[in-house]
Structure formats: structure tokens, C-alpha cells
């Protein structure tokens, strides 16, 4: 699965609502987030993977390997839309993915 980290593409001049300003996704999409932490939860690695086209990019895997149908019900679950409210925790952060 491909996210986008909030901290590399702010760090890079751009914002997260220019993602849908690529040609990459479809009239009417929109973005939502999930914490760095709440993947470290589930089992999940996030590897950053530049593109050319958006900084931020990166991959995110299973560490068994394989995602369980319940796994991903889980982090769907967790998604919000970009705007909505956080909990006061960072989305995605860079300083975590270091550590």
C-alpha cells in the first residue's frame, strides 16, 4: 500500500491536498490519514519510497508479509478524511519513521 508523509511533503514546500492536484487520481477523490503509530500497532513497516512526481511517498507492508482481511478492516476503520479533527497525535511522522 502507498502513503504519503504529512512531515516529507510539508519539509519539500508542497501540501498534502496537492496530491490530488497530480494527475494520478480521478475528479472528485479525496485523501484521508492514518497515524505512523497506529501502523506500528497492527504489525504495519512504512519504508520511505521516493517518487518523482510527489515527495512523501512511501510503502507500507505487513511485517508477516501478508495483510489479514481483518488487518485491513482495522486500518480502514482507522482512516479519517484530510480536515477532519486528530486526537492531538502527529499523522505520519518523519521523526517517527527515523527512530
Do not use: C
Not at 520511505?48 to 511485517?63: Q, S, T, Y
Amino acid at each position: 500500500m502507498s502513503v504519503f508523509l504529512e512531515p516529507d511533503i510539508i519539509a519539500a514546500g508542497r501540501r498534502p491536498d496537492e496530491l490530488l492536484h497530480t494527475n494520478r487520481f480521478e475528479t472528485g477523490s479525496r485523501l484521508s490519514w492514518v497515524t505512523l503509530s497506529f501502523y506500528r500497532q497492527q504489525k504495519q513497516i512504512v519504508t520511505r519510497r521516493p517518487v518523482d512526481w510527489f515527495p512523501g511517498h512511501a510503502n507500507v507492508r505487513d511485517e508477516s508479509g501478508r495483510r489479514s482481511g481483518g488487518k485491513k478492516t482495522k486500518l480502514a476503520g482507522e482512516s479519517k478524511w484530510l480536515g477532519e479533527a486528530d486526537d492531538g497525535e502527529s499523522a505520519k511522522s518523519s521523526q517517527d519513521l527515523a527512530n
